[in-house]
Nanobody
Framework: QVQLVESGGGLVQPGGSLTLSCAAS????????MGWYRQAPGKQRELVAD???????NYADSVKGRFTISSDNAKNTVYLQMNSLQPEDEAVYYC???????????????WGQGTQVTVSS
């Protein structure tokens, strides 16, 4: 099993910044991909950004130029730097790790518990 611990959510004013982090631990042989998703009330969970173990990144159009995903592979940690936050960014943010565990032959996705980001003046 793999456990993910998220941190960094909170309340921020429009135009402000927050950094989320998510650390994975447990049965990890190799982390293949990491990502951040968000879910606002009444909406489906959507991809915000993801990153491969090689450093290739992908962003939702709505956050390009404002959010930056990065990772520390040695620490099995992924970050999401969020700048110029707007009310439409308000959501519960979830991290996801795609992990190959020791003794396994298939990649498996694990999810964090979610952290609330509130954007309000």
């Amino acid at each position: 099993q793999v456990q993910l611990v998220e941190s960094g959510g909170g309340l921020v004013q429009p135009g402000g910044s927050l950094t989320l982090s998510c650390a994975a631990s447990g049965n990890i042989f190799k982390v293949n991909t990491m990502g951040w998703y968000r879910q606002a009330p009444g909406k489906q969970r959507e991809l915000v950004a993801d990153i491969t173990s090689g450093g290739s990144t992908n962003y939702a159009d709505s956050v390009k130029g404002r959010f930056t995903i990065s990772s520390d592979n040695a620490k099995n940690t992924v970050y999401l730097q969020m700048n110029s936050l707007q009310p439409e960014d308000e959501a519960v943010y979830y991290c996801r790790f795609g992990v190959l565990g020791f003794g396994n032959i298939f990649n498996r996705n694990y999810w964090g518990q979610g952290t609330q980001v509130t954007v309000s003046s």
